[in-house]
């Protein structure tokens, strides 16, 4: 695969879930691959930052009576609790250097463009590239990225920095989102000019 270049004016690199809940050991949905690409995650954020691209944070946050009364999605139901609103799992993972100038987006669904600001604050900021890291490969990190080609935003899913359950989930995410709606590279195949 040949290299991928980007516009920092117009590209923010996504950082998707990457949280204590998912990505420490005493989180309540604790996978180890999306511990693993913390770092990974975390250099795309150093390597795009260094060249004056946007950073933004997805944060899954559940308030606890999030799903009460609910009709049919209950992620408490399929799930558990998790990342609850205010607690520990909620939190971004050690490594995960927010700064004043990120942008972080709480969100309450798999899709982190669903019932938020997100839309307007990348268009705010003319952004049309969006570099997508995270977790999970299947879940979170696939909604949000179909959902941002659906916005003719174009999503890159950058495969080295994306964690997920189970082997086969991330195959399947990344085959579909190049498939479907997307491209797919890794962190050594990214620049920036």
């Given at each position: 695969?040949?290299?991928?270049?980007?516009?920092?004016?117009?590209?923010?690199?996504v950082v998707v879930d990457l949280q204590n809940g998912f990505c420490h050991p005493d989180?309540?949905?604790?996978?180890?691959?999306?511990?693993?690409?913390?770092?990974?995650?975390?250099?795309?954020?150093?390597?795009?930052?260094?060249?004056?691209?946007?950073?933004?944070?997805?944060?899954?946050?559940?308030?606890?009576?999030?799903?009460?009364?609910?009709?049919?999605?209950?992620?408490?139901?399929?799930?558990?609790?998790?990342?609850?609103?205010?607690?520990?799992?909620?939190?971004?993972?050690?490594?995960?250097?927010?700064?004043?100038?990120?942008?972080?987006?709480?969100?309450?669904?798999?899709?982190?463009?669903?019932?938020?600001?997100?839309?307007?604050?990348?268009?705010?900021?003319?952004?049309?590239?969006?570099?997508?890291?995270?977790?999970?490969?299947?879940?979170?990190?696939?909604?949000?990225?179909?959902?941002?080609?659906?916005?003719?935003?174009?999503?890159?899913?950058?495969?080295?920095?994306?964690?997920?359950?189970?082997?086969?989930?991330?195959?399947?995410?990344?085959?579909?989102?190049?498939?479907?709606?997307?491209?797919?590279?890794?962190?050594?195949?990214?620049?920036?000019?």
């Amino acid at each position: 695969m040949s290299e991928y270049a980007f516009d920092p004016d117009r590209t923010a690199v996504v950082v998707v879930d990457l949280q204590n809940g998912f990505c420490h050991p005493d989180g309540s949905l604790y996978a180890p691959s999306s511990e693993a690409v913390v770092d990974d995650a975390a250099a795309l954020v150093e390597d795009a930052r260094e060249a004056g691209a946007s950073i933004v944070y997805t944060r899954d946050v559940h308030p606890p009576e999030q799903f009460d009364g609910a009709h049919y999605y209950d992620e408490f139901e399929r799930w558990g609790e998790h990342v609850l609103e205010g607690s520990w799992e909620a939190e971004l993972a050690e490594g995960m250097d927010v700064r004043e100038e990120d942008h972080v987006v709480a969100k309450h669904t798999y899709d982190a463009f669903y019932g938020t600001e997100l839309d307007g604050w990348l268009r705010a900021h003319g952004i049309d590239d969006l570099l997508f890291c995270g977790t999970l490969a299947n879940v979170c990190v696939l909604h949000t990225a179909g959902s941002a080609g659906l916005r003719d935003y174009r999503p890159v899913l950058v495969e080295d920095a994306i964690g997920a359950i189970e082997d086969g989930h991330k195959e399947y995410a990344l085959d579909h989102a190049s498939w479907l709606f997307g491209e797919v590279t890794t962190r050594g195949e990214v620049r920036f000019e």
